[in-house]
């Protein structure tokens, strides 16, 4: 039995939500819904103890997640979304492909426009920006897992900082800004040695 007690998320000094609660049995699930920006991920982040809450907390089987932390992880699977990017078409056809699911088509002069103003405030390559990817063994216990969208990489002796937020039709954009803060100042208080101690094994928990 999974159960959730007086969860929040805070962005900031936005709270974007409270006072979630659920609880969920062997066989059942739950499907979160929520506009872009609304803590979906944080949300699910939060239930694999990939982040700390803001408030309440988490039971496995009637006990506390940070009492028996190592049980519960060895119980979970999860995954995180893939890049909306495909690699087979090019920027023109992801761009009006991807206006056209969201109801908005844009044909191919309005479409190059955008694409050139993109090229215009983002001058250089993104590299690495979203996705998921790596393996967990549920028996064993054992997971090696990163999450693109929070990374950091070294080039020519600099270390080099990538976090990022999804843009979409229905993007709240003071939203998607503040998550982009968040992942990008736990970015840097890692690289600093200065993670939460309170968030420590949930990050070991991500990295291992």
């Known amino acids: 039995m999974l159960r959730a ?7 900031g000094d936005r709270r974007l939500f409270s006072a979630v609660d659920f609880s969920l049995a062997p066989g059942e699930w739950l499907q979160v819904e929520g506009a872009n920006g609304a803590g979906k991920t944080s949300l699910l982040r939060m239930l694999a103890g ?3 809450s803001a408030d309440g907390h988490i ?39 991807a206006a056209a699911v969201a109801g908005r088509p844009l044909d191919e002069a309005t479409a190059l426009a955008a694409l050139r103003r993109i090229t215009e405030l983002e001058p250089v390559p993104r590299d690495f920006y979203c ?19 929070r990374t950091f990489w070294i080039r020519d002796g600099s270390v080099h900082f990538g976090t990022g937020a999804g843009i979409t ?17 736990r970015l840097v208080a890692v690289a600093g040695g200065s993670w939460p101690a309170d968030a420590g094994s949930a990050w070991q928990a991500g990295a291992s």
């Open 5 to 11: 007690h007086g969860l929040a998320c805070d962005r």
């Open 50 to 52: 990939l982040a700390p």
């Open 59 to 97: 039971e496995w089987d009637g006990q506390p997640v940070s009492d028996v932390r190592d049980e519960f992880h060895a119980r979970l699977l999860y995954l995180g979304h893939a890049p909306a990017i495909k690699e087979d078409l090019s920027a023109l056809e992801n761009l009006q492909t």
């Open 169 to 185: 039709w229905g993007s709240d954009a003071s939203a998607e800004w503040g998550e982009t803060e968040l992942k990008a100042e």
């Open 131 to 149: 996705g998921a990817f790596g393996w967990v063994d549920a028996d064993t216990g054992e997971a090696e897992l990163a999450v693109a969208i």
